[in-house]
């Protein structure tokens, strides 16, 4: 049995009770990224729609990079809740990145925009960017 196998020796304290340690607050001000890529039709804004449609209760940003005239349709393609819909409520932000390919001839454009929802502070929970299917995240 090696050293880290072994049980520990409990301590015995004055009382009989520790007390309670006090949690841990997390200050930080990072907000995960997701990067969602794939060739065209490999399922990006399904699994996309999929994601907003579960009740799981966090605040989801979603950076939408489409290439030529397509952002429109997959925004309509991609809203999956009414106003009064609870799921609504969980609030969900497009923010379309058009015209260009993320990876190459707009990444200023990708990294401003996710400057801009980060001066939201505690707004979002995470930030999901799904990228054209013509792109090469790679790169």
Do not use: W
């Amino acid at each position: 049995m090696d050293s880290d196998d072994e049980i520990p020796t409990l301590i015995e304290h004055e009382n009989g009770v520790l007390p309670a340690a006090e949690p841990e607050v997390i200050s930080s001000s990072r907000v995960p990224v997701t990067i969602i890529s794939g060739f065209l039709g490999a399922g990006k804004s399904t699994l996309l729609r999929r994601i907003l449609t579960e009740r799981h209760g966090h605040r989801i940003a979603v950076i939408m990079n489409e290439f030529g005239d397509t952002a429109d349709i997959e925004t309509r393609a991609i809203q999956v809740a009414s106003a009064d819909d609870p799921v609504a409520e969980s609030s969900e932000e497009f923010l379309e990145l058009a015209n260009g390919c993320l990876c190459c001839s707009i990444k200023d454009s990708g990294v401003a925009a996710i400057e801009k929802l980060m001066e939201r502070k505690g707004a979002f929970d995470y930030i999901l960017l799904e990228t054209t299917g013509l792109a090469d995240p790679g790169k």
